[in-house]
């Protein structure tokens, strides 16, 4: 990301669609100042330059849209799992398995201002390609168990059952042309549309849920998001707040409102 940002100071707005590609990174980051580990050569590690013509209407907004296009890559790339990969929210992408859903992947946005207004971001994406299971990081605490897209079967050899490495550059090139599709002027779906997607993407809406904040902890019932991407969760008194960023816990088992 840092690289990317370097690009986009020297070269402004003819940076737009821009791509930085790592094999391996000893200093990832991911959301709320956490670290993103990763094995070399295994993960496809990219971050991406929205601006000029392809920078969305707010930044909240590319976090949306880079997840849309997830989706759509991964599903491009590995049509067996498309129908179990789906958003977490804020940032996550997920398989749902039946002992419950696995991170495959992550999503940092950092937002350019100049003169107060948003001038371009730059979109980290992380995803688990071909890792094995040791070769995962552990288990944060509240987080979800990682998994790659080899362990969850795709390319799996028959004769004796190991999974085959998984090509990332498949994955790279349709993550970019669905990039492009979703942002560029000719193509870029209304951003109240966008919205729509993101949110019916997002795995967890009607479960029970804790959000840490600063006041203390607040549960309550996912109930949906707002434009800009927060999450509403509706309180036992009849009250729907907002929270914008921060850790919320997720009881998968209510997902659905089932409990």
Known sequence: MPIARGIFDERGDSAAGAVVIADHQTAGRGR???GWEDA???????????CGELLPEHPSLAVMLAGLALLRAIGESCPDLED???????????????EGP??????????????????GVIVGIGVNVNQRQEELPSIRGGGLPPSSLMLLGHGVDPP????SPFEREHLLVALCRALDDLCAPGSRPAASAVHADWQGAL???????????????IRGRAVGTSSQGALRIGTGGGETLEIHSGVVDFDWATVGGER
């Open 40 to 50: 070399s050569g295994r993960g496809l590690l990219g971050s991406y330059i929205l």
């Open 160 to 163: 004796n059952g190991d999974s």
């Open 203 to 217: 795995f967890g809406m009607g479960a029970v849920v804790t959000a840490h904040t600063a006041d203390g902890p």
């Open 102 to 119: 696995v991170k495959l992947a992550g999503i940092l946005v950092e937002s350019i201002f100049q003169e107060q207004k948003l001038s």
């Open 32 to 34: 709320l100042d956490r």
């Open 84 to 98: 179990r990969v789906r958003l977490k929210w804020p940032n996550d992408v997920i398989a749902v398995e039946a």
